[in-house]
């Protein structure tokens, strides 16, 4: 039982499933139907709900047909009633539908008309959109076009400043254009090309600065020559004012000035008026020219046309225009560092000197133009733009400028070897200062270098001087110069100062005691003294400094060259006596001069000899050693002379009987001793005085050398009286007196020893000799015991051959065996003088 219940259940449950299904078929959309039908398929139990579905369906059919029937009549009287509208609406269709094809005829002109209108309604919208649209676009193609237009002209900075415009003010109104997309994405390439122009327009300038940068220095160069110009003028002016004795080396000085310097007129602007109107404008209006290039072309100008300043030789507005252009672009640093960068290289290629620049002038000239050059441009850019350059940035780059150009003129001034290139070259340098002290650069270290170019100078200036003096010397005829008017006279006076009374009382012609290298070397050395004035000119020394300097040179020409030069004159081996006396002469009235080259460095240097640290001349030091060098060569000539005259002496030491007068080389020697001292009448006293008694001493020593020579091993009693008459004559000469001055015998002193060796042997008073040998009232105190015996022994040498001689032919006598005891004894007793004076 329990099994069909079970089934009951079940199938109850299923029919309360299957009508749920149903009446969710009936109320849901069909869309959503499927999930429903879903769960009867996914059940066993279909079959049974398609039976139930069916039932459904005839449910719904008998529904359905109940209400028809209910309906129906309803129905017919609608459809009868539908039936007669048909006809009405059929007679107002064909009505409507004629009426149409009326209308549609009387309309057809309108419609055309009305299309028409519409049409030109259209076009009208239409131009008047495209009229604002183009107006819009026009201003940006114009503005385009003026890009192009301005960049083919290479105007670059207008360029920018109208992609400038056109990027922020014109494109952002038609940005939705696709031509104006093009337009904005080319932007960057054209900035970039700009950029890129303009640095090429900046290396164009730079490289024409650096190839005309000689042109630049030397115009800047040549303002300020002309400035220098005229301050020399009035210094000289004020000079021939201050001192009269010096007028006309300076009126030399102003000749030259003129003549060398180009006559110029000044620049169109000074620097500093330059600097002040120089503008930062960019001309946006014209195109570039060949003066973008940097340098001017400048014809040559007459003489009297103006000068062309050098900011008027170079266009500057590369650099401005690249400045302001990177300036917006945002890279003013990158430009600033390129263009220093750059610079720098240029600064170090003008730096670096040519190796020949020491051979010419024109060599320093260019050189110094090119740094002029440089530093001018720079110059002008400090003061022209903003931060381009920096006062610190040109102030490390003319402390480089500055040590290489002074280790290049240290380097390159020392070959140079003449004295006026060297000139030259100083006053090149103080323009060089100067132009650049004027554009506010210390050159403070130029002058102190310029001070040691002076040394050199004067090294120089020394070796000119030097030939100068040698030529001088070498052309002297070494004779007092003869005078046959008062013209002549006044002439030799106004180059040297020479007074003597008694000379201007005398009648021509006449004769100065000097010679003609006196009034020579005098100018000479004024002149020297006027070429050391040239070099101080210009230095920023004073009067105490330029005079100190004057007077070291000077003493350096007295001191060594001239010194020299006498020196080397007087060693001459073919001086002769009367040169050596002239050379005596000359140099005393030299040294009497020198008072008078005080006075003339006072007159053209304004400090007195007296001022404090003021260096003293030393010509008269210089002058005294000439002399005392000439006297001494005096001395050693006449020793020269006396020793070639004895050289002629023959004597005959064998000879049993003397001449009857003095030997003929001694006479002749005396008369040439006499002539020679005829010539030292203008020798001061002494000098005289002491050459001729060194001539008689050295007369007296060489002929005792005679006597007691070794190779005289033999001498007889007649030739001992022959030489004495030689030493009286001699003795004769000295008493004549052949120069004034001696006191007394004074000069026959010099023959004193001769004099006492002769009386002991020929007078043979050997006892009085031995006896007061030693004592101060000896008569014989100037015989030396050693020369006693020399000459002694060739005496006994002779009397000894004599003997051996007789004793072959005859008995020895018994005086002449007495004799030679007595000489045996003299010579023991003057050796025990000699043994006891040596012990």
């Known amino acids: 039982m329990e099994r069909p219940k079970m089934a009951e259940l079940e199938s109850l449950e299923t029919a309360a499933e299957h009508e749920r299904i149903l009446r969710e078929i009936e109320s849901t959309d069909t869309a959503c139907i499927g999930p429903t039908l879903r769960s009867v398929y996914d059940g066993e139990e279909h079959g049974r709900f398609m039976e139930k579905l069916e039932a459904r369906i005839r449910n719904h059919d008998r529904e359905i047909e109940k209400m028809c029937n209910f309906h129906y009549q309803g129905f017919v009287d609608s459809i009868t009633e539908l039936l007669k509208v048909r006809g009405e609406a059929q007679k107002l269709k064909n009505q409507v539908t004629d009426t149409n094809r009326k209308l549609q005829n009387e309309g057809k002109e309108l419609l055309l008309a009305m299309e028409e209108l519409r049409q030109c309604r259209l076009q009208q919208r239409n131009i008047s959109a495209t009229v604002d649209k183009l107006t819009l676009c026009l201003p940006v193609l114009e503005m385009y076009s003026k890009l192009r237009e301005q960049m083919k002209s290479k105007r670059h900075y207008p360029a920018l400043k109208t992609l400038e415009h056109l990027e922020h003010t014109f494109l952002p109104q038609v940005s939705h254009y696709r031509f104006c997309k093009v337009m904005v994405d080319n932007i960057p390439r054209l900035r970039e090309e700009i950029k890129e122009l303009s640095m090429s327009d900046l290396k164009d300038f730079l490289e024409s600065i650096r190839k005309h940068s000689d042109k630049i220095g030397e115009t800047a160069m040549k303002q300020d020559c002309r400035f220098n110009q005229w301050k020399i003028i009035a210094r000289i002016f004020f000079s021939l004012l201050l001192s009269p004795n010096v007028q006309a080396q300076q009126q030399r000085n102003l000749d030259n000035i003129v003549s060398q310097q180009p006559r110029i007129s000044g620049g169109k602007k000074s620097k500093k008026e330059f600097s002040a109107s120089s503008e930062l404008e960019v001309k946006n209006t014209s195109p570039m020219s060949e003066q973008d290039s940097g340098i001017l072309d400048v014809e040559d100008e007459d003489e009297e046309e103006e000068v ?39 600064a170090r290629l003008v730096l670096q000197p040519p190796s020949n620049m020491h051979e010419t002038l024109d060599g320093y000239r260019k050189y110094f133009n090119q740094i002029v050059g440089f530093f001018v441009v720079e110059d002008h850019i400090l003061h022209t733009t903003q931060g381009l350059v920096t006062r610190a940035y040109i102030d490390e780059l003319w402390e480089m400028a500055l040590s290489k150009t002074i280790a290049a003129l240290r380097t390159h001034s020392s070959y140079c070897s003449d004295p006026s290139l060297v000139l030259d070259l100083k006053n090149l340098i103080v323009l060089f200062a100067d132009t650049l002290q004027g554009y506010g650069f210390p050159v403070n270290q130029l002058f102190d270098m310029l001070l040691e170019i002076q040394d050199q100078y004067s090294e120089t200036l020394l070796k000119k001087w030097a030939g100068v003096f040698r030529n001088i010397l070498d052309s002297d005829n070494y004779s007092p110069i003869p005078v046959s008017n008062e013209e002549v006279y006044r002439k030799i006076v106004g180059q040297f100062p020479f007074q003597d009374a008694e000379l201007e009382k005398q009648p021509f012609p006449k004769k100065f005691p000097f010679s003609e290298f006196v009034p020579k070397v005098y100018s000479q050395i004024k002149e020297f003294i006027y070429a050391c004035l040239k070099f101080s000119e210009d230095l920023h020394l004073s009067s105490t400094e330029v005079d100190d300097m004057i007077r070291k040179s000077t003493n350096l020409l007295l001191t060594r060259t001239l010194s020299n030069c006498l020196q080397n004159v007087i060693k001459r081996k073919n001086v002769g006596l009367t040169e050596l006396v002239q050379i005596i002469i000359n140099t005393t009235h030299l040294e009497k001069s020198c008072k008078f080259l005080e006075e003339f460095i006072t007159n053209i240097t304004n400090v007195l000899p007296e001022t404090v640290h003021t260096t003293k001349l030393y010509g008269t030091t210089t002058f005294k050693d000439a002399r005392h060098a000439a006297e001494e060569e005096i001395y050693t000539n006449l020793n ?20 009857s007068r003095a030997s003929d080389y001694l006479v002749d020697l005396i008369g040439f001793l006499r002539s020679t001292f005829a010539v030292f009448t203008h020798l001061p006293g002494k000098v005289a005085q002491t050459a001729c008694m060194s001539a008689c001493k050295h007369l007296s020593t060489s002929l005792l ?46 023959f004193i020893d001769l004099r006492q060796l002769l009386d002991l042997f020929i007078q043979w008073d050997w006892s009085t000799y031995l006896a007061d040998y030693g004592q101060p009232t000896c008569k ?57 004076h040596h012990s």
């Open 308 to 346: 062309p300043g050098a900011q008027d030789l170079v266009d500057f507005s590369p650099v401005y225009r690249c400045l302001h252009i990177y300036s917006v672009l945002g890279a003013r640093e990158t430009f600033e560092s390129y263009y220093r960068k750059q610079r720098r290289k240029q």
């Open 640 to 659: 020269q002379k006396i020793d070639q005259f004895l050289q002629l002496a023959d004597y005959d030491w064998m000879a049993l009987e003397p001449g």
């Open 705 to 750: 050398q005679l006597l007691l020579e070794a190779e005289v091993r033999q001498l007889t009693l007649g030739a001992l009286h022959q030489f004495n008459l030689d030493v009286e004559e001699c003795e004769q000469f000295a008493r004549s007196g052949p120069v004034p001055g001696f006191q007394g015998d004074t000069l026959q002193l010099a």
């Open 780 to 836: 014989y105190l100037r015989v030396n015991p050693t020369t006693a015996l020399i000459l002694l022994e060739k005496i006994s040498r002779v009397m000894r051959d004599t003997s051996r001689k007789n004793n072959v032919f005859a008995q020895f006598r018994k005086n002449e065996r007495d004799k030679q005891k007595l000489i045996d004894t003299v010579a023991k007793q003057l050796r025990g003088l000699i043994n006891s």
